[in-house]
Nanobody, 117 residues
Framework: QVQLVESGGGLVQPGGSLRLSCVAS????????MNWVRQAPGKGLEWVSS????????YYADSVKGRFTISRDNAKNTLYLQMNSLKSEDTAVYYC??????????WGRGTQVTVSS
């Protein structure tokens, strides 16, 4: 059974930065295709970013391209999302997920990111 635990969310001013982490346990993290997705208040789920199991390829939604960076440390079983130049529209609960986009088989509980002055 795979477990994913996110951390690093919080309240930040517009233009600020946060780094989210997701620690995986119970499986072989280095073999997993991983993602970050988010859900803003009153809105549906939005895919944010994905990364290959070995970190060789990364993908981003247009809404975050150039501002967010996904990465991973397979030795630490940890997925990261560096978020810079944050905007109010980035306010959401952020989840790390395992599996192909749209076919996630494991989710974390999420971490709240609030961008507000």
């Amino acid at each position: 059974q795979v477990q994913l635990v996110e951390s690093g969310g919080g309240l930040v001013q517009p233009g600020g930065s946060l780094r989210l982490s997701c620690v995986a346990s119970g499986g072989t993290f280095s073999s997993y295709y991983m993602n970050w997705v988010r859900q803003a208040p009153g809105k549906g789920l939005e895919w944010v970013s994905s990364i290959y199991s070995d970190g060789s390829n990364t993908y981003y939604a247009d809404s975050v391209k150039g501002r967010f960076t996904i990465s991973r440390d397979n030795a630490k079983n940890t997925l990261y999302l560096q978020m810079n130049s944050l905007k109010s529209e980035d306010t959401a609960v952020y989840y790390c997920t395992k599996g192909p986009v749209g076919k996630y088989d494991y989710w974390g509980r999420g971490t709240q990111v609030t961008v507000s002055s």
